[in-house]
């Protein structure tokens, strides 16, 4: 896809593997991720955010118990007894959201503006977070589980709105990836420390001070090993393909520099070559080649 200046437009796609959508290889962004990846990436993926919770949300109100559940009673009461599968309802909802900005975004680009997918899936981080800080409840263990559930949550709300702010930048986008996988990771903790190891026939933690002073270590260690993960591998592939983690340039400011007349050096880049991955400019390059305040507009941009 290319705009009107003929500049390579970044991977709509910003569920993609970021290890793949941030690199720009040498043959250029496409060669980060196969015809048939894309595809799966851009409609399969979407369209399951749409589909899986629709039948998660029929499951909650309806299927279970084979009638439809209000969240008020016929006199004008919440209904407790079904509340929590209004509350599971709503956080399913956010996500297909994110499935149908996502599906747009991918059949008709122009009308969806860069960092839309991200947005739309920060609110629905930010619609869990705040269902999940209601939920802080039972024993000391258990609101303290959760507590560290909703920090690893509002990360999420923050990464994905850093990555919506800035779509072009790749730390953004690794910090999104690191950010869910360490909140999915948690949840798999989580349900270890209250229901015990399925697999394992281990048992829950103890209701006790001392193992709920236990959680944060547990949680920085996961954290750890997720950033080690997520970059090591970035960096793992960004060397053994000979591509880039490097932001480049964007449109905006490439069009203001090819309308700078002392821009000349710059030209020799060509706006085509956006996506010639290595040749394309980069803030290094940039920096070098046009005048302080072209650069400084850049960087706000």
Known sequence: ERDELGVGAPPRTWHAPPVARCLRLPGGPSAAVAPWAHYLLSRAEPLLKVLLPLVGIAGELYINTGSWHSMMLPDGRIDGEHLNNWQHSVMYAAFVLVG???????????????????????LAFFLEGILFAFHLKGSVVEIKTHLVLVLSILLCTLAATAEGLRPRAPLAALARHAAVLLQGIWFCQAAVILFGNQFSGGPKWEDSHVSAMALPPVFAAWALAVLAFTFGAAAAAAWLTGGSLEAPASNAVLSVVTADADAGPLLGHRLSSFDAGAGAPTEASLKQKIAPQVYEAYARS
């Open 100 to 122: 149908s900005v996502e599906l747009l975004a991918d059949a008709a680009p122009r009308l969806v503006p860069p960092g839309a997918c991200a947005l739309a899936t920060a």
